[in-house]
Nanobody, 129 residues
């Protein structure tokens, strides 16, 4: 059984920063590709960022490019981060981490929420004015 757990959410003022973490654990053998999505109240889940299993491929939604950075922990297997800077009120939502056993070579694949094998329960990010 595989478990995905996100952490690091919270309340922050606009312009501030947060770092989210995602850990894939359990019956895990390989390195997973990981993607970050978010969902605001009344809206669909949307792609934010993704990182390949090796860490060499990184992909971002246009709305977060230049502000968010996705990375992997080189020392801890299947651990990824989302550094969020210059946060805006529109960044508010529940942030979910998805894991895929293979991953993709483009944003198109990473942005398909229906293709991920495992999901966490999410962590709330609230950006206030």
């Amino acid at each position: 059984q595989v478990e995905v757990v996100e952490s690091g959410g919270g309340l922050v003022q606009a312009g501030g920063s947060l770092r989210l973490s995602c850990v894939v654990s359990g019956h895990v053998i390989e390195d997973y590709a990981m993607g970050w999505f978010r969902q605001a109240p009344g809206k669909d889940r949307e792609f934010v960022a993704g990182i390949s299993w090796s860490g060499s491929g990184k992909f971002y939604a246009d709305s977060v490019k230049g502000r968010f950075t996705v990375s992997r922990d080189n020392n801890v297997k299947n651990t990824a981060y989302l550094q969020m800077n210059s946060l805006k009120i529109d960044d508010t939502g529940v942030y979910f981490c998805g894991a895929h056993r293979v991953g993709w070579g483009s944003e198109v694949g990473f942005s398909r929420a229906d293709l991920y094998h495992h999901w966490g329960r999410g962590t709330q990010v609230t950006v206030s004015s």
